[in-house]
């Protein structure tokens, strides 16, 4: 499923460009003090370790921090985008101004820590249901993103093997509890969709119960949440859809429900835990004794 941002190589560089301009001028403001006590000519040489098994992923962000200080840095990879790490594996290795590799190492290890996270923990989700007989769901992510790094998030959640959902609230619709009732009900919401689904990727409803389901089926919906549905109400939801519309699960998913959930034959799973309860992926950075 598409979105507006197309998450081409080109588009995630300029991202990765932006995303570290902000951060570094939260972090730097109107300069590094500590690393102004290094001698401005000095080089040095640095590497990147894996402190644990993980997913690689934020490259674009920790190279843009490096260049945007030193656009003359060198640069190798040693684990490229989207491969696993092991622990204590050089990861990355880089050689220029020591000042700038001492400005740019927290914001570098900051991106590679976080969406390593996320795609690892992606990863993990997208293993367990592929392990599943007949299984057909994918697993998305939601907006339970971090303010200002969503597009940076769902791109790892994409590394790690899973689906987007809709990136924002302006480009496709999921109408949930509150929009049914304000709107009159199921079939009264959906008609009023239709008058905007052209402008939007997909229309989406949530339902939370079997009649909900069926009302939503019977109004045209083609693209049905089911909100937290025991397994039994899932396997009936399926049976009752009959491939009619993309049915998606959310709520109360976790590692011991996933395969379950999968099994129910649903479409999609969505998991607002992949970017909204990471534990930062550990990296550390180590220079080299020797200046060049």
């Known amino acids: 499923m598409t979105s507006y941002f197309d998450f081409s190589p080109a588009a995630i560089t300029a991202l990765a460009q932006a995303d570290v301009a ?45 260049q945007q200080l030193d656009p003359q840095v060198k640069i190798t990879w040693h684990v490229q985008e989207g491969q696993r790490c092991a622990p204590d594996q050089v990861v990355l290795e880089m050689e220029g101004s020591a000042r700038a590799l001492l400005t740019a190492e927290r914001t570098a290890l900051n991106f590679l820590q976080l969406l390593s996270a996320v795609a690892s923990k992606t990863a993990t989700y997208c293993e367990a249901v592929q392990s599943v007989p007949g299984n057909r769901a994918q697993i998305v992510d939601t907006r339970k993103t971090l303010p200002g790094l969503r597009l940076a998030q769902k791109y790892a959640v994409r590394t790690g093997g899973g689906t987007n959902h809709r990136i924002g609230l302006y480009d496709a619709v999921l109408i949930k509890e509150n929009h049914i009732a304000a709107a009159g009900g199921v079939t009264a919401v959906l008609q009023r969709a239709a008058a905007i689904a ?8 949530e339902v939370e119960t079997i009649a909900q389901l069926a009302e939503a089926l019977g109004a045209g919906a083609t693209m049905v949440l089911l909100d937290n549905m025991d397994l039994a109400q899932l396997r009936e939801a399926v049976k009752l859809n009959a491939g009619r519309a993309i049915l998606e699960v959310s709520g109360g998913v976790n590692m011991r429900t996933v395969r379950d959930i999968a099994a129910t034959g649903v479409d999609r799973i969505s998991i607002g835990a992949l970017t909204k309860d990471v534990q930062a992926t550990d990296f550390s950075m180590r220079f080299s004794s020797d200046p060049t």
């Open 22 to 66: 902000r951060a570094l001028q939260e972090d730097v403001g109107a300069g590094d003090l500590t690393a102004g006590l290094i001698d401005p000519t000095r080089r040095a040489r640095a590497r990147v370790l894996a402190r644990e098994a993980a997913v690689m992923c934020g490259a674009p962000w920790a190279q843009a921090a490096l």
């Open 198 to 205: 052209p402008t939007a990727k997909f229309v989406e409803i």
